[in-house]
Nanobody, 116 residues
Framework: QVQLVESGGGLVQAGESLRLSCAASRSIFSIEAMGWYRQAPGKQRELVAGITSGGSINNEDSVKGRFTISRDNAKNTVYLQMNSLKPEDTAVYYC??????????WGQGTQVTVSS
């Protein structure tokens, strides 16, 4: 079993920045994929940014140039840096990590609210 604990969400004004963190209970050195998803009220969960072990990067069009996914293996933590936030970025954000042999895990979600 793996626990993922998210933090960093909150209420900000349009144009401001936030950094979300996703701390794993075990080493993330060999993860096969990592990503951040979001789900706004009444909408389906969508991939915001993701990277596979093969280096493939996938960012949702509306966040390209504004959001960046990264990792710190020493801290077993994955980050989502969000700049120039817009009201339409308001959602619950979830981290996703896929481990070899263990499978995929989700964080509990963190609320991001952007006011205009």
């Amino acid at each position: 079993q793996v626990q993922l604990v998210e933090s960093g969400g909150g209420l900000v004004q349009a144009g401001e920045s936030l950094r979300l963190s996703c701390a794993a209970s075990r080493s993330i050195f060999s993860i096969e994929a990592m990503g951040w998803y979001r789900q706004a009220p009444g909408k389906q969960r969508e991939l915001v940014a993701g990277i596979t072990s093969g280096g493939s990067i996938n960012n949702e069009d509306s966040v390209k140039g504004r959001f960046t996914i990264s990792r710190d293996n020493a801290k077993n933590t994955v980050y989502l840096q969000m700049n120039s936030l817009k009201p339409e970025d308001t959602a619950v954000y979830y981290c996703y990590l896929k481990f070899p042999y263990l499978g995929a895990y989700w964080g509990q979600g963190t609320q991001v609210t952007v006011s205009s």
